[in-house]
């Protein structure tokens, strides 16, 4: 039997139940996987989508609040993953953060695409603020990010919120608020700063 089938116009490997019953590299770190996804090892990316497949759909579905449209979005981070993973260098942070980022990337596109096909008005149709911030709270990437959220200001926060876990533009996001565009990136970056001096330990203990 193969090690994988192929999905995707074959580009990808996609784990089967008898592989997954025969894993290899599980005790591997994930930057280690990673490196050799890079150069085309089908073992290490069927572990890497072991490991991701469940959080990279989680993470979709909470943002884009429509499961085929999630499950969709997952299937382009792990072709991004197989095709791009050359790119990955490891001194430059954990493989953790670059999936974790691919696949945040990903969805925002996905959000954008949707607003852009049903010409959502922004002031009327998308979900409650406080419904928002909550979601991304929850979508957030570990304990560590959560609670550096939580320390923003709650215009800080807001204004974050929109623009990595909604897609929003920094435009969207004045006219959505009500207030002048220069007053949006201000907050977002003290926020982004803020967010960037809590998470400074985190992110040296990813690259030590």
Same mark, same amino acid.
């Given at each position: 039997?193969?090690?994988?089938?192929?999905?995707?116009?074959?580009?990808? &490997?996609? &784990?089967? =139940?008898?592989?997954?019953?025969?894993?290899?590299?599980?005790?591997?770190?994930?930057?280690?996987?990673?490196?050799?996804?890079?150069?085309?090892?089908? $073992?290490?990316?069927?572990?890497?989508? %072991?490991?991701?497949?469940?959080?990279?759909?989680?993470?979709?579905?909470?943002?884009?609040?429509?499961?085929?449209?999630?499950?969709?979005?997952?299937?382009?981070?792990?072709?991004?993953?197989?095709?791009?993973?050359?790119?990955?260098?490891?001194?430059?942070?954990?493989?953790?953060?670059?999936?974790?980022?691919?696949?945040?990337?990903?969805?925002?596109?996905?959000?954008?695409? #949707?607003?852009?096909?049903?010409?959502?008005?922004?002031?009327?149709?998308?979900? =409650?603020? *406080?419904?928002?911030?909550?979601? =991304?709270?929850?979508?957030?990437?570990?304990?560590?990010?959560?609670?550096?959220?939580?320390?923003?200001?709650?215009? $800080?926060?807001?204004?974050?919120?929109?623009?990595?876990?909604?897609?929003?533009?920094? #435009?969207?996001?004045?006219?959505?608020?009500?207030?002048?565009?220069?007053?949006?990136? *201000?907050?977002?970056? %003290?926020?982004?700063?803020?967010?960037?001096?809590?998470?400074?330990? #985190?992110?040296?203990?990813?690259?030590?």
């Amino acid at each position: 039997m193969a090690a994988c089938e192929m999905h995707r116009n074959s580009l990808v &490997p996609r &784990p089967t =139940a008898h592989t997954m019953a025969h894993r290899e590299g599980q005790g591997e770190t994930e930057d280690a996987l990673l490196v050799r996804v890079g150069k085309k090892d089908s $073992q290490a990316f069927e572990t890497i989508y %072991d490991r991701y497949g469940g959080g990279v759909f989680s993470l979709a579905v909470k943002m884009l609040r429509d499961r085929q449209a999630a499950e969709e979005v997952a299937q382009e981070v792990f072709l991004a993953i197989w095709r791009g993973a050359r790119d990955f260098d490891p001194a430059r942070g954990s493989a953790r953060s670059w999936i974790l980022s691919l696949a945040h990337h990903k969805s925002v596109d996905a959000v954008r695409r #949707q607003r852009l096909r049903t010409a959502e008005p922004l002031s009327d149709t998308m979900i =409650a603020d *406080t419904d928002v911030a909550r979601d =991304a709270l929850r979508v957030a990437a570990g304990a560590e990010v959560k609670q550096a959220l939580a320390s923003l200001s709650d215009a $800080q926060r807001e204004a974050i919120v929109f623009a990595y876990y909604g897609g929003y533009t920094q #435009q969207e996001i004045a006219k959505r608020l009500g207030v002048p565009l220069g007053t949006v990136k *201000t907050r977002m970056r %003290d926020g982004m700063l803020r967010l960037r001096t809590a998470l400074e330990p #985190q992110v040296k203990g990813t690259e030590s």
